[in-house]
């Protein structure tokens, strides 16, 4: 059994690769959902989204988020509306009347879906077993969380985002000085959570950005130690590559929050409950650096562009459990 | 001026003639919101969208609702989800997530934005003005109240049941022995309202459905009494011709609910706060009848189909005022 700690895009295509490696019903994924927002009243879970969509054959493939064949009726709708209104998306609140967070017709099926559903009751966990289900997917889709965590990031002039605001609206340049993690203390788990930790045989963290993907993972109570207590059979891999994220703010992120923009940092991050970190092959100059922070340092190819390099990786993942445990 | 109590189509269609006959500006339709629902977290308010697209030429001319050019792409994702599910509109919630109700991927984007409108704070009457606004509408189209009424219909098997799961979800084929008006007793006019009628020329109650689309208008506390007090210049238009409602279930609604499905039903129904009654040529002769009920009867064509009828109806509205107030 394979687990994998999982943000959005990276962690979606290192999946591919380790259905490819095992049987999927052998796989399970942890979703961060403090990414998760409501826009315009509609319960939107964007890294569980691009995980379904992307394993599911269905994500565009040149976005990496959202629906191929997609169109944008519904939210061109959205920002005639707001145009002919005035109704700005910096405004204070970050009006998303304004249509700034770009939400296309097939995509917004689903989230009319989740939406009802959940104000039917239904947990966040269980309709996304029946979206998942609806593509036919034989992997273990699982948010970390059936309760409210939300990603806020304050801004070194002091305003307070959702990831959302932070990552879309923002375009994420924005100097951020703290992050939280709002809901924590009272999110539990969701079913099958900690099982699939524990009982794994090997627990991969995704090359997901780690303040703000696999971060709010770890942070629900009691996945932590989960993961701490195999932590042998644990292996990160680096979402940082030469120094810089291959998408997104993971580097600038670390380095805001003290942390060393490179598999150094990212060692040092994930020492305490990963036994193994896999650095790609232009970072292997540094794989003394990142032994010393405690971790066995496995050096291969990380980007996952090239077709094969995805299941390549989680073959490797798999291999360095089965190949020791200490450095 | 002229003021206009309004459902959805009839009302629309009655609304083109006006400020045909009229200049729009002088124009002030005042608009049931009994029927409006939550659909997926979404704020759906079908009357008042019916009016604005309808005048703002962007109506689905052979529906008769929803937007011309329309696609189906979101709805047909929920669907698909329903659909795999097991998710089923008729279940005891009448669950929304089935997707018994046609939201169209334009129509969708005027959800969104009201939706978000809403939820930052926008009363309804601000957000329906910012929506006809941008389709550059000079009349004035004001929700009859800003505050939740609810029009619930209680079928004889003892469901209640909201307006569209009565009207799309049990295609009106169900036997109604009450309709309540939940939120009534505090629902306060909206901004504008009670002028419109008071200071109005002629107040004509558009040809739709006294019981659930002009019955809620008139429950606010306050719209009634406001327009018994100008009852000398109020214009009654009846929505059944030769026994029948044009559309919907108005007769077989006056009918359960005790009333005669007829112009004399329709007659006694408005006389305490209408002047005066036009009714189709095809009831011609019972216009003794509907004059014995208490209003004075003005026979002429009122079905909206050929050009030019809604704006000659429009017109003998306004002559109706300016010719005697009595019988």
Redesign the interface.
């Known amino acids: 059994m394979l687990t994998v700690l999982a943000g959005g895009v990276g962690a979606a295509r290192f999946l591919l690769g380790a259905v490819e490696a095992v049987d999927a019903d052998r796989v399970t994924a942890i979703v961060n959902v403090g990414d998760d927002t409501v826009?315009?009243?509609?319960?939107v879970s964007p890294d569980l989204d691009t995980i379904v969509y992307t394993l599911a054959g269905a994500i565009d493939p040149d976005r990496g988020w959202g629906r191929r064949d997609e169109?944008w009726?519904?939210?061109?709708?959205?920002r005639?509306?707001?145009d002919?209104?005035g109704?700005r998306a910096d405004d204070p609140?970050g009006?998303?009347?304004a249509?700034w967070f770009a939400?296309g017709?097939?995509d917004?099926?689903?989230?009319?879906?989740r939406?009802?559903?959940r104000?039917?009751g239904a947990a966040l966990s269980a309709v996304t077993a029946?979206?998942a289900?609806?593509w036919g997917l034989d992997l273990r889709i699982i948010p970390v969380t059936d309760d409210p965590l939300r990603t806020v990031l304050e801004t070194t002039d002091g305003r307070r985002l959702s990831f959302q605001e932070y990552f879309v609206r923002e375009r994420h340049d924005v100097a951020v000085r703290r992050v939280d993690l709002e809901g924590r203390e009272q999110a539990r788990p969701a079913p099958g959570v900690i099982e699939a930790i524990r009982e794994a045989g090997v627990v991969v963290i995704a090359p997901s950005n780690p303040v703000v993907s696999t971060g709010p993972v770890l942070s629900v109570p009691g996945v932590e130690d989960a993961v701490h207590s195999v932590r042998d059979r644990v292996v990160a891999i680096s979402p940082i590559v030469g120094g810089a994220a291959l998408k997104g703010p993971a580097d600038r992120l670390l380095r805001e929050l003290g942390h060393e923009p490179s598999v150094v940092g990212v060692a040092e991050w994930y020492a305490p409950i990963a036994g193994t970190l896999v650095v790609d092959r232009v970072d292997a100059a540094l794989a003394g650096r990142v032994e010393a922070a405690g971790v066995r340092c496995i050096v291969t190819d990380t980007v996952m562009g090239p077709p094969g390099v995805a299941a390549a990786l989680a073959r490797t993942c798999i291999d360095a459990v089965g190949t020791g445990s200490q450095p």
């Open positions: 826009l315009h009243g509609l319960e169109s009726r519904a939210i061109g709708e959205v005639r509306l707001a002919s209104a109704i609140n009006n998303d009347a249509g939400l017709d097939l917004l099926g689903t989230h009319l879906y939406t009802s559903r104000r039917a029946e979206i289900g609806s």
